[in-house]
């Protein structure tokens, strides 16, 4: 049998099980960083097929790297798989899909790759919604070696490929004052006022910023009663840029005007922010490599407009470790935006479970194109070089 039909006939064989750990997932959201039971289900899965399971991982409870295959000798094929929810919607942005299908992958490609001399890695990777679980395994080098990174990401209208991502922060302020009774205001400090000068500063720094940067921001916290002055308020942003070596002078500049809001009232100022998340740098070779095997599957694809609108994601760390890329395959859900009940329901559907197969089968033929063509490994890595690498240390 043609390796490739090989691997199609592992997918749909795994089907029952792909579909069940997709709603599994799904049925029970956890947060970044105590997706206990998700991990656990995949750690059984990839056992049942023979992958040796690492976990916690680079230090994170809920991370993992399952490895079948000789590491280090020959073609190392990796994959990535995303499971954590977000803080009130759940499953709304399909990474139940993700971790089922990055499964599907690294199990379909092992077998059709057995008794040859190569790797298949697949990296449980979590928190990508909050504190950026690729980029603690990124730093600790986890990627590194891998002949490629992959994953997809499911979208609600869109099958795409080669669409990049920005660089992205969140920041915490919280200001801290003194309590005081409206009618005396000045026995206090105004910790709600300290919050006010930080936007109206904001507002009038962003002219100064590069003209793709972007910074939403919201007051979590600005006191209790109109007639008590506010010893406690507390705000947040999300910061993002079209490359980190922006993003970084910009949360300079946030934090030179949050200690100046605190100057300005007296207030005691904290501020935090979440591990900088870099842009994507998608791999070409791969990625046309990825885009055929799906036209192949019957699914065609699309490469993004030159003035796309991009959200952000820690893969954007792998893609400077690693070539790298993150597709989007369709749910025919036109109006689902991610973060969404709309797309939380749509990632438990019947085309949901298609997309996990087609994922399944799509990742793991491409990889097998990268193991079995040194050619392709050549151009993937000439890419890299020449576009992602330079970025890795900024």
Same mark, same amino acid.
């Given at each position: ?105 690294? !199990? ?110 919201? !007051? ?8 008590? !002055? ?40 904290? !501020? ?123």
């Amino acid at each position: 049998m043609d390796p490739k039909q090989k691997i199609a006939a592992a997918v749909e064989r795994l089907a029952p099980e792909l579909t069940a750990l997709s709603h599994e997932v799904h049925a029970h959201p956890e947060l970044g960083m105590q997706e206990r039971q998700a991990v656990a289900w995949q750690k059984a899965l990839l056992e049942k097929y023979g992958f040796v399971v690492e976990n916690p991982c680079c230090g994170l409870a809920t991370a993992y790297r399952a490895v079948k295959g000789t590491p280090g000798k020959g073609p190392q094929i990796g994959f990535l798989a995303e499971y954590d929810a977000l803080n009130g919607l759940g499953h709304a942005c399909g990474h139940n899909m993700i971790c089922a299908a990055s499964c599907g992958a690294a !199990i379909a490609l092992a077998e059709a790759l057995e008794g040859r001399e190569g790797a298949v890695v697949l990296f449980g990777t979590p928190a990508e919604e909050t504190s950026g679980g690729k980029i603690v395994m990124a730093d600790a080098g986890a990627f590194d070696g891998l002949d490629c990174a992959m994953m997809f990401h499911p979208s609600s209208s869109e099958n795409l490929v080669g669409a990049g991502s920005l660089a992205v922060t969140d920041v915490f302020v919280e200001f801290h004052g003194t309590s005081a009774h409206s009618s005396r205001p000045a026995l206090g400090v105004n910790a709600l006022t300290s919050t006010l000068h930080l936007f109206a500063a904001v507002n009038a720094q962003l002219h100064l910023w590069p003209n793709k940067s972007k910074i939403n921001g919201i !007051i979590t916290a600005g006191g209790t009663a109109p007639n008590i !002055i506010p010893e406690f308020s507390a705000c947040a942003f999300s910061m993002r840029a079209e490359k980190l070596n922006q993003l970084r002078p910009m949360y300079a500049d946030l934090e030179r005007m949050a200690r100046a809001a605190a100057a300005m009232t007296g207030a005691e100022l904290k !501020i935090e922010h979440t591990p900088f998340c870099s842009e994507r740098y998608p791999n070409r070779p791969l990625d046309e490599t990825f885009k055929a095997n799906m036209e192949a599957l019957g699914e065609p694809m699309s490469w993004p407009e030159p003035d796309r609108m991009s959200g952000s994601s820690d893969i954007g760390n792998v893609s400077v470790r690693a070539p790298s890329i993150h597709p989007y395959l369709s749910l025919h859900a036109p109006g689902a935006a991610g973060h969404t009940p709309e797309l939380r329901e749509a990632s438990v559907s019947s085309r949901a479970d298609e997309v996990v197969l087609l994922a399944a089968k799509g990742l793991a033929m491409t990889g097998l194109d990268v193991f079995q063509s040194s050619e392709l490994r050549a151009a993937m890595k000439a890419d890299f070089e020449r576009n992602a690498l330079p970025n890795k240390v900024r």
